[in-house]
């Protein structure tokens, strides 16, 4: 027998293909503008998106409903992707790296010691994949710009080949 989606011409709908990167919401806010006739509310959103195998990226986005907001954030956290350099699940050394007023500390442990990171840091470094980490904030307590601190951290990240191999070019 003909299935009867078949009989009136729609197609089988094909599996959406899973995404490969897992996202978090580090920060939503309602922020206004005023005019003339008062005030325009809307919600920004900073979202964190990576696939907890050493690729995170950072996106903050506005929008007029919350989800339009989030959407609009985790795509451009996804067109936003680096790559982190991992050593047995951890950084390859210690860095210290500011963005505005923020400033955050990060330096590898060693196995079993786990994330010791707070608020913002914890959800950039578990979604990079890194797995035995201490890291510090200092300073602002403002999140998209720790975020966006930490991100700038890992992406200065150098391993020992990268490093050797960047001294013999020069």
Not at 52 to 68: F, H, L, N, P
Request: charged share 30%.
């Amino acid at each position: 027998m003909i299935d009867r989606k078949q009989r009136r011409g729609r197609r089988p709908r094909k599996d959406e293909k899973k995404d490969e990167f897992d996202q978090q919401v580090i920060d939503l806010a309602r922020v206004t503008r005023v005019m003339a006739g008062g005030k325009r509310m809307r919600f920004r959103a900073c979202v964190v998106a990576g696939d907890k195998k050493g690729r995170v990226g950072m996106g903050v986005a506005k929008g007029a409903d919350v989800s339009i907001a989030v959407n609009k954030a985790a795509t451009k956290a996804r067109k936003q992707i680096i790559t982190v350099p991992l050593v047995n699940d951890t950084i390859p050394h210690e860095i210290v790296a500011k963005f505005c007023g923020a400033e955050v500390f990060l330096k590898p442990a060693r196995v079993g010691r786990g994330v010791i990171a707070g608020g913002p840091v914890r959800a950039v470094v578990e979604l990079a994949g890194i797995k035995n980490i201490v890291s510090k904030m200092r300073g602002s307590k403002n999140k998209v710009n720790n975020v966006t601190a930490v991100i700038n951290a890992l992406q200065t990240m150098r391993t020992q080949e990268t490093a050797n191999k960047e001294k013999d070019t020069k």
